[in-house]
């Protein structure tokens, strides 16, 4: 896996001990770019470390039943296991105390525990999905492109949305699932579904069947729309 200038192939190649940064509904998956708006003290001064080091984040939701009261999180939430490793690819200070920034994502981690810190924000010993590494075409040639493109289709037709279908058919299996399920505009159970899906062919029929449910939910029944 190429990630901007570095490239990730073996466990050597990935730390041991990773920053989070917990962030619900916010999706990042291996090969995706993920533009954020960083603001909060403490957040700044994991981007700062970062840069000074390895460049690597981890991406990862709170948990969605633990901790959390109406709509303000805790100060240290509890967190789902499953996150994404991101590289920054570029940073761009605002001038107002603010951070634009990129990452790339790299692979998906799984929390093991908790590094005693006095820094302010938190860190974890993690252990790496080293087969997110090694994606090829067998995996590609897994997906249903024909599916997936009729249950975006539908969505944006039900939306009365329009897309860029020359970009759409150009874009590798790859990139469309993982671009499309971080764009998608769905919860944060949905998008760890997709995050935690087992591989690029489970998590292409993940997003359909997610994408269906909507349908259906929102617009009567979805099956006649995926025809």
């Given at each position: 896996?190429?990630?901007?200038?570095?490239?990730?192939?073996?466990?050597?190649d990935?730390?041991?001990?990773?920053?989070?940064?917990?962030?619900?509904?916010?999706?990042?998956?291996?090969?995706?770019?993920?533009?954020?708006?960083?603001?909060?003290?403490?957040?700044l001064?994991?981007?700062?470390?970062?840069?000074?080091?390895?460049?690597?984040?981890?991406?990862?939701?709170?948990?969605?039943?633990?901790?959390?009261?109406?709509?303000?999180?805790?100060?240290?939430?509890?967190?789902?296991?499953?996150?994404?490793?991101?590289?920054?690819?570029?940073?761009?200070?605002?001038?107002?105390?603010?951070?634009?920034?990129?990452?790339?994502?790299?692979?998906?981690?799984?929390?093991?525990?908790?590094?005693?810190?006095?820094?302010?924000?938190?860190?974890?010993?993690?252990?790496?999905?080293?087969?997110?590494?090694?994606?090829?075409?067998?995996?590609?040639?897994?997906?249903?492109?024909?599916?997936?493109?009729?249950?975006?289709?539908?969505?944006?037709?039900?939306n009365?949305?329009?897309?860029?279908?020359?970009?759409?058919?150009?874009?590798?299996?790859?990139?469309?699932?993982?671009?499309?399920?971080?764009?998608?505009?769905?919860?944060?159970?949905?998008?760890?579904?997709?995050?935690?899906?087992?591989?690029?062919?489970?998590?292409?029929?993940?997003?359909?069947?997610i994408?269906?449910?909507?349908?259906?939910?929102s617009?009567?029944d979805?099956?006649?729309?995926?025809?």
């Amino acid at each position: 896996m190429q990630v901007g200038n570095a490239r990730y192939l073996t466990a050597n190649d990935l730390p041991e001990i990773l920053p989070v940064f917990p962030i619900a509904g916010v999706l990042l998956l291996p090969g995706g770019q993920l533009p954020l708006n960083v603001f909060e003290p403490r957040y700044l001064a994991l981007f700062d470390a970062a840069m000074a080091g390895n460049r690597l984040v981890g991406m990862i939701q709170p948990s969605l039943t633990e901790g959390l009261t109406g709509d303000i999180l805790p100060e240290r939430p509890a967190l789902c296991q499953v996150g994404c490793i991101g590289r920054i690819t570029s940073l761009t200070e605002t001038g107002d105390g603010r951070y634009i920034t990129s990452l790339g994502g790299v692979c998906r981690f799984r929390l093991l525990d908790e590094v005693s810190s006095t820094k302010p924000y938190r860190s974890f010993r993690i252990a790496p999905f080293m087969a997110d590494l090694k994606g090829g075409p067998e995996e590609e040639a897994s997906v249903d492109r024909a599916g997936l493109l009729a249950a975006f289709r539908a969505y944006l037709d039900a939306n009365k949305l329009e897309a860029d279908w020359e970009s759409v058919e150009r874009a590798s299996n790859l990139t469309l699932v993982n671009s499309l399920s971080m764009m998608s505009p769905f919860g944060p159970a949905e998008k760890q579904a997709l995050l935690e899906a087992p591989d690029l062919k489970a998590r292409a029929e993940t997003l359909v069947a997610i994408t269906e449910i909507v349908l259906a939910r929102s617009f009567g029944d979805a099956d006649t729309r995926l025809q």
